[in-house]
């Protein structure tokens, strides 16, 4: 690869960020002490309050914004990857399991919000159920999601979405390879999607 394959993502600006997260949530991030419990490092809340915010929130605004430039970038060019985000655990109203932005939903909200896309299919493979993208996404027509999930790990409660494929510890990677065959296929081939993001976790 060279330099002229990467781009770099501007943060999410707070506008951007309202696609999907209510002010509250914004507000209540800006705060190290309660951000703390969405990381789940209990350490963070000691990190001063502007290190925090120029350090740590920044580059979740950053990553996330790479995640709408991915999104950007695969409808122009047919493919594109975010390094890093993929945070399926946070919602519209809560953050968790390290996750502090809907990074996914709010790419998706404003590509639609733009005109550029209707029916976007989020495949899932992080090893815990995305409950933050389900929770955002729930009775939405225009989205399908399809989550494999190892069943007896975080988060405890699953949401429902189009399809949850569940599996245990221990799967063989012949086991795990025949259920993305069994699933991803044809979700593409039934919901025919303009856009799939790839959320690998």
């Not at 929130?57 to 047919?78: Q, V, Y």
């Not at 005109?115 to 729930?138: E, P, S, W």
Request: negative net charge; glycine residues 8%; proline residues 6%.
């Amino acid at each position: 690869r060279s330099p002229d394959d990467f781009l770099v993502p501007e943060p999410l600006t707070e506008e951007q960020l309202l696609a999907v997260h209510t002010p509250h949530y914004l507000k209540e991030i800006e705060s190290p002490g309660k951000a703390a419990r969405y990381l789940e490092f209990p350490a963070a809340a000691l990190i001063p309050g502007p290190v925090y915010r120029s350090r740590v929130l920044a580059s979740f605004k950053t990553t996330s914004g790479g995640t709408l430039l991915a999104a950007r970038g695969a409808l122009e060019h047919g493919l594109a990857i975010n390094l890093a985000g993929g945070y399926a655990h946070a919602s519209a109203d809560a953050g968790g399991g390290f996750c502090l932005i809907a990074d996914v939903p709010i790419a998706i909200r404003i590509l639609q919000e733009e005109g550029k896309l209707k029916r976007v299919l989020i495949i899932d493979t992080d090893c815990h159920h995305g409950q933050g993208n389900a929770k955002v996404f729930a009775d939405d027509e225009s989205m399908r999601i399809v989550d494999f999930y190892q069943d007896d790990i975080y988060p405890a409660l699953k949401e429902t979405v189009w399809l949850n494929v569940p599996f245990d510890a221990g799967i063989s990677d012949e086991g795990y390879m025949k259920l993305l065959t069994r699933h991803v296929g044809p979700a593409l081939d039934e919901f025919k999607p303009e856009l799939v993001m790839f959320v690998m976790g």
